[in-house]
Every structure is written in C-alpha cells, then in structure tokens.
C-alpha cells in the first residue's frame, strides 16, 4: 500500500509525487492517458522530420518557478533555448513591438514608436528587478503567502506602494495609456495579458499583461530542447528514480471515502488503490468534486458553488510542418519564437468582445509559435516546427465569420476554422499557406478527449479573472489544496495560484499533505458551513 496515490500524471501530479517521495512516502500516480505529461507533451504527428508540441511550449513560469528550481532537472537531462528574441507583435503597416532578452534593447525598440517610451519601459523593468522575485515567491507558494507576502509589502511600499498596487489592478488597456505613448508598448502588455482570458478592459488584466511582459524580459520564453515532453521526461526520471510509481492508462473512477477521509482510490477497471496517508488530484476541480468523490461527502455550500465555477476560454490550435521561414512583412518577427497576431489593442478588445458575446471571432487574435526558431533541433535546417492556436467561446451561440461555425467540430467546421487562423496568419506573412508541407488540427473536443483537464479547451482549469483567484479559487473558501474530506487533496491548476507550467499546485499540495493534519478543519470551516 502507498503512502500517497495521486490521480493525474500531469506537471502539477507530477511535481506533488517528487516532493513527496523525496520526504520518504511511496507513491503511486495512477494517470489515465496512454503517456505521462498531461498538456506536457510533443510528439511527431504532424510529419516525421518535424517536432511538435501537442499543448503548451514556451515556458516563463517555469524559467521562474523556484518549485522546479527545487527540483534540479537538469541533472536529469533537460536543458533549455531561447529564442533570438522574446515574442513580437507586428502590425500590418511593417511596424513591429518586439521584447528581446535585454532591456535596453526592448527599450530602443519602443522609441521607434515614441521617443519617451524608452525610459518608460526602463522604468517598469526597474520596478520589477525590486519586486519581481518576492512576487514570484508569493504567488508560488500556499495562499496566503505569510512570509514572501511581507517581503513583497515592505518592498511594494519602497517601490511605490498603492501606486504600484493601483496600476496592477487597472485594465490593461488603462495601463498601457497611462505608461506608454506610442503603441508598441501598450502592444507587449496587452498581448501577454491575452494568453489569459482576460480582455484588455478587464480589471487584473493590466497586472497580469505585466507579470507576463517582465517575467519575458527577466527569464525569457524558454523551451525544452528536443521538444515539451524533455520536461515531463525529466519530471518522470526524477521520480522513478526515488522509488515512485508510474501507471499509466489507468483511469481513476473514484475516490474511496470512510468516515470523512480519502483512503484511496477505485480505476475504471474496478481495482482498487489503497493509500495510507493521502490523495492528491491533479484534476480539475469540477471533475474532482461530482465525479470522482460524489456529492454525498460534499456540503450543500460547496455544491452551489460548484455550479458556478467558469471555466476560462475554450482554445482552437493548429499545428504546421512548413518548408521554409516564415515570410514575415515586419522582418523582427522572424526571430521571435513567439508572436501575437492582432490589428492593435482595438483588434484585441474586438476578439475579447466578440467570445464574450458567444460569437466565433471572424479575425482571431493567434498566438504563433516558432519551435525551430527557438529550438533547431525541431526541424531540419531551413524549416520551421509551428503552431498556432487561438480562443473561442466555451458555449458558440454564433459565428462572427462567413462559415457558420456552432461549435459541432465536425471535420467541416474544423477546416474552417484552421482556414481562418491560417488568414489571420496571411496578412501579416503573405505567402505563408505555401509553405504549409502538412498540418495537424486540434478541436477543442479534441483538446478535450486528449487531456480531460483542458475542458472544451480550456487551457488554465478555470478563469484567470479576479472573481476566481486566491481564496476564490476554485469557489470561494481558503484558496489552498486542502479540500473537504481529509486526506485529500487539490494538486492541479484549479488550485491557487493556477494556470501555467510552474508546478506551484502540485508542490501547495504536497506539502499539505506533508503536514499534521490537525489543520484540515480550521482551514476548511468555511466550506464546511
């Protein structure tokens, strides 16, 4: 018997099992696809010469993560590339907002679109070489964030205190106005905010555009050499190594509960999992509450809470093989590995507008990604490895473009779809299309059936908007992984701090379970009521 079962082999599940065995429990991570990895993972798919990533690729926060800092991967193999140049966002006009690696750079770049930028752009970086790193302590580690939380207000208060607070709680297009002449500026801090769902007139979203842009100017946007799934190979070699145990496709049907208290689990093949010390789920939270634990064990509070739980944007990508670069009419594109693709801040209000209406959007924002710009081992020399997805309505009650898209995802309406990207694309690298050798269409049902945690495509395991973090997450209460029946525990991004490849969830769970659990009560009365 395990001390530990942990449902899910994702990053987070992944992360939860090494610190556990690392303080000695035996683990078992029981995970229901065929392979580890969650939305970690890359494969040859879409042609043989080519590497593709199937989910996430560019990695900040894991560049930042002091969780797998901890974890010394690289003795287990993985090393990282960059990039020649963070992320661009061109304009149709030639003109192009790049983030490169040193600020001073980034900086000469904005006076292009106005001189005083410059110093505006320094100025912000110079905020965050003062904070950044109790911020990100803070937000990585169990909420609330007793110590880095006091570094990180004793520093706020050096670095402008409530100005500073005020300004990351504005909208990003606010933001961007009040710290930027020109557009390019206000271009990086949009776009970054719109890798959540989070539209530039929402409140937050300026914080996170930020948190986002200097995380890309401090760490850069790195990824794993040879392809996403070289980290979770290292997280696998890690455990396997400390004696953990890895099953792969074996889902988890249930959770076992006796007197209040998770001791193991039940696969959909009716075996059974004791565990002697703890459950942690690297599930989303819907999933975890009304289908594996059921709603006898639940309070009534905590079930109309549930129903309303928002899940963030549904996502639409496209994977390419293409036989040459592409053709960028703003040549600073070219050596980025990532690039945003919108007609300015107003194209992204316009996109956020048209999903929060229920409407397919007709010119869709896309986030592209060059792999083998930012890693040549990808694809032959004088290739490119690609992606590109973008997001959509969790429920489609029209299509803003010609095609008459409902949310079916039928092979008709995925061509569609892929054929709209692929235009969005086009205008800003016109002869594009001709360089597509094969590509790969990923649904977001396909996401879906491929990772049940990406529900309908949702990325982050529900919103990124304020009314959904900290203690809010995911439904109003602690914001921590304790849950309502003891011994068990919230190891995924449903969890705080969320979305993104940091393992933070996991390494909150962990260490949950690691302490006396005299606690349980006292941190969960307020869901218990």
Same mark, same amino acid.
């Given at each position: 018997?395990?001390?530990?079962?942990?449902?899910?082999?994702?990053?987070?599940?992944?992360?939860?099992?090494? @610190?556990?065995?690392?303080?000695?429990?035996?683990?078992?991570?029981?995970?229901?696809?065929?392979?580890?990895?969650?939305?970690?993972? $890359?494969?040859?798919?879409?042609?043989?010469?080519?590497?593709?990533? @199937?989910? /996430?690729?560019?990695?900040?926060?894991?560049?930042?993560?002091?969780?797998?800092?901890?974890?010394?991967?690289?003795?287990?193999?993985?090393?990282? $590339?960059?990039?020649?140049?963070? @992320?661009?966002?061109?304009?149709?006009?030639?003109?192009?907002?790049?983030?490169?690696?040193?600020?001073?750079?980034? $900086?000469?770049?904005?006076?292009?679109?106005?001189?005083?930028?410059?110093?505006?752009?320094?100025?912000?970086?110079?905020?965050?070489?003062?904070?950044?790193?109790?911020?990100?302590?803070?937000?990585?580690?169990?909420?609330?964030?007793?110590? /880095?939380?006091?570094?990180?207000?004793?520093?706020?208060?050096?670095?402008?205190?409530?100005?500073?607070?005020?300004?990351?709680?504005?909208?990003?297009?606010?933001?961007?106005?009040?710290?930027?002449?020109?557009?390019?500026?206000?271009?990086?801090?949009?776009?970054?905010?719109?890798?959540?769902?989070?539209?530039?007139?929402?409140?937050?979203?300026?914080?996170?555009?930020?948190?986002?842009?200097?995380?890309?100017?401090?760490?850069?946007?790195?990824?794993?050499?040879?392809?996403?799934?070289?980290?979770?190979?290292?997280?696998?070699?890690?455990?396997?190594?400390?004696?953990?145990?890895?099953?792969?496709?074996?889902?988890?049907?249930?959770?076992?509960?006796?007197?209040?208290?998770?001791?193991?689990?039940?696969t959909a093949g009716g075996e059974g999992v004791?565990?002697?010390?703890?459950?942690?789920?690297?599930?989303?939270?819907?999933?975890?509450?009304?289908?594996?634990?059921?709603?006898?064990?639940?309070?009534?509070?905590?079930?109309?809470?549930?129903?309303?739980?928002?899940?963030?944007?549904?996502?639409?990508?496209?994977?390419?093989?293409?036989?040459?670069?592409?053709?960028?009419?703003?040549?600073?594109?070219?050596?980025?590995?990532?690039?945003?693709?919108?007609?300015?801040?107003?194209?992204?209000?316009?996109?956020?507008?048209?999903?929060?209406?229920?409407?397919?959007?007709?010119?869709?924002?896309?986030?592209?990604?060059?792999?083998t710009t930012a890693d040549p081992t990808r694809?032959?020399?004088?290739?490119? /490895?690609?992606?590109?997805?973008?997001?959509?309505?969790?429920?489609?009650? /029209?299509?803003?473009?010609?095609?008459?898209?409902?949310?079916?995802?039928?092979?008709?309406?995925?061509?569609?779809?892929?054929?709209?990207?692929?235009?969005?694309?086009?205008?800003?690298?016109?002869?594009?299309?001709?360089?597509?050798?094969?590509?790969?269409?990923?649904?977001?049902?396909?996401?879906?059936?491929?990772?049940?945690?990406?529900?309908?495509?949702?990325?982050?395991?529900?919103?990124?908007?304020?009314?959904?973090?900290?203690?809010?997450?995911?439904?109003?209460?602690?914001?921590?992984?304790?849950?309502?029946?003891?011994?068990?525990?919230?190891?995924?991004?449903?969890?705080?701090?969320?979305?993104?490849?940091?393992?933070?969830?996991?390494?909150?769970?962990?260490?949950?379970?690691?302490?006396?659990?005299?606690?349980?009560?006292?941190?969960?009365?307020?869901?218990?009521?």
């Open positions: 018997m395990p001390d530990a079962v942990v449902i899910g082999a994702g990053p987070n599940g992944l992360v939860a099992a090494n @610190l556990l065995a690392d303080a000695g429990w035996s683990v078992e991570v029981l995970e229901a696809q065929p392979e580890p990895g969650g939305a970690v993972r $890359s494969d040859r798919g879409v042609h043989p010469d080519h590497v593709s990533d @199937l989910f /996430s690729s560019f990695y900040p926060l894991a560049a930042a993560s002091p969780v797998l800092a901890r974890l010394d991967l690289a003795a287990e193999g993985l090393r990282w $590339s960059h990039a020649p140049s963070v @992320l661009a966002h061109p304009l149709r006009d030639g003109r192009c907002a790049v983030l490169h690696r040193r600020a001073q750079e980034t $900086s000469a770049g904005l006076a292009e679109f106005a001189p005083a930028d410059a110093d505006a752009w320094q100025a912000l970086y110079e905020v965050w070489t003062r904070v950044g790193p109790d911020v990100v302590q803070a937000l990585f580690t169990p909420f609330p964030p007793v110590r /880095s939380g006091l570094r990180l207000a004793a520093r706020l208060r050096a670095a402008g205190g409530l100005r500073l607070a005020r300004e990351l709680a504005l909208p990003v297009r606010r933001l961007g106005e009040e710290q930027f002449a020109g557009e390019g500026g206000r271009l990086l801090l949009a776009g970054n905010a719109l890798h959540a769902d989070l539209s530039p007139e929402a409140a937050g979203s300026g914080g996170f555009g930020w948190l986002m842009s200097m995380l890309g100017q401090s760490h850069g946007f790195p990824v794993p050499v040879g392809g996403a799934g070289a980290l979770t190979a290292a997280l696998v070699s890690r455990l396997r190594r400390r004696g953990g145990v890895l099953r792969c496709g074996e889902r988890v049907a249930s959770v076992v509960v006796r007197g209040g208290r998770a001791v193991g689990v039940r004791d565990a002697r010390r703890a459950v942690l789920a690297d599930t989303s939270a819907p999933a975890l509450y009304r289908e594996l634990v059921g709603e006898e064990h639940l309070s009534a509070r905590l079930l109309r809470d549930l129903e309303r739980f928002q899940w963030d944007f549904a996502t639409f990508k496209v994977d390419w093989a293409l036989t040459g670069p592409v053709p960028w009419t703003a040549p600073q594109a070219s050596g980025a590995g990532t690039v945003h693709l919108a007609d300015g801040v107003d194209g992204l209000t316009r996109f956020a507008a048209q999903i929060a209406a229920g409407q397919v959007p007709d010119e869709p924002f896309a986030l592209f990604g060059q792999m694809s032959p020399a004088g290739t490119e /490895s690609a992606w590109a997805y973008t997001h959509l309505p969790q429920r489609i009650t /029209s299509d803003a473009g010609p095609d008459g898209i409902t949310g079916r995802w039928d092979t008709r309406e995925q061509e569609a779809m892929a054929d709209r990207v692929e235009a969005q694309v086009e205008r800003y690298a016109p002869g594009f299309r001709a360089l597509i050798g094969a590509r790969r269409i990923l649904a977001p049902t396909t996401l879906q059936a491929m990772n049940e945690n990406l529900h309908n495509g949702a990325i982050n395991n529900g919103t990124t908007a304020l009314h959904q973090q900290t203690v809010f997450r995911p439904t109003p209460g602690t914001g921590r992984p304790e849950t309502p029946v003891k011994g068990l525990y919230l190891a995924s991004a449903a969890a705080h701090p969320g979305g993104g490849v940091h393992g933070a969830p996991g390494a909150n769970a962990a260490r949950a379970a690691l302490r006396p659990h005299g606690l349980h009560t006292l941190l969960h009365r307020a869901q218990r009521i």
